[in-house]
């Protein structure tokens, strides 16, 4: 092996390692894992006590909040383990678990950039939806923002999902470029 491989091979080493450094950022959104937890547990403790005397709409609006943060955390362990995988290394702790998800190890990056778009999306709903159940406090702009704003995550979702679409359908298998000469285009 010449120097220039021997260094060319060191290099690409290093780079591979380097995925490595994302590491501490999943780390990270564990934490805010937790800091989310912490939030849930927070909104249940302060209404528990009064549950009785909530009125239909409170009610609701509380539930959905449990239900956003419940949205929310989904998503960040989402992408914890997709982004992990597809970016670090292999679960190999969680391989053989009875508990894994069946969407671990099946998730690209192009689907977990769908799937966090539409997750967004709902919570962005559910937002809207508490705004609605106590429409009186919002005033017409502030309305007209938060359905703006839920709009916009919706086309930029379509968009997203449109744009991964026309590049799989733009795409060449492997095989049938293996085959391809200059003269097979015409």
Wanted: net charge negative; proline share 3%.
């Amino acid at each position: 092996m010449s120097t220039r491989e021997k260094l060319e091979d060191t290099f690409e080493s290093i780079l591979f390692a380097s995925r490595w450094l994302m590491a501490p950022f999943y780390l990270g959104l564990v934490v805010a894992l937790l800091a989310l937890m912490a939030e849930f547990i927070k909104t249940i403790v302060e209404v528990v006590p009064q549950i009785v005397e909530l009125s239909e709409a409170a009610a609701v609006v509380w539930v959905l909040t449990l239900i956003d943060l419940s949205l929310a955390a989904n998503l960040l362990l989402m992408v914890i383990f997709s982004g992990y995988e597809n970016f670090v290394s292999r679960m190999s702790v969680s391989a053989e678990h009875p508990d894994r998800p069946t969407w671990m190890g099946k998730i690209d990056f192009s689907s977990m950039k769908l799937k966090l778009i539409a997750s967004i999306v709902a919570i962005s709903a559910i937002e809207l939806l508490k705004a609605f159940m106590s429409i009186r406090t919002y005033s017409d702009r502030d309305l007209m923002w938060l359905v703006g704003i839920h709009m916009t995550f919706i086309v930029s979702g379509v968009l997203l999902a449109l744009m991964d679409w026309i590049t799989e359908r733009g795409e060449v298998p492997e095989t049938r470029r293996e085959h391809e000469t200059p003269a097979s285009h015409h």
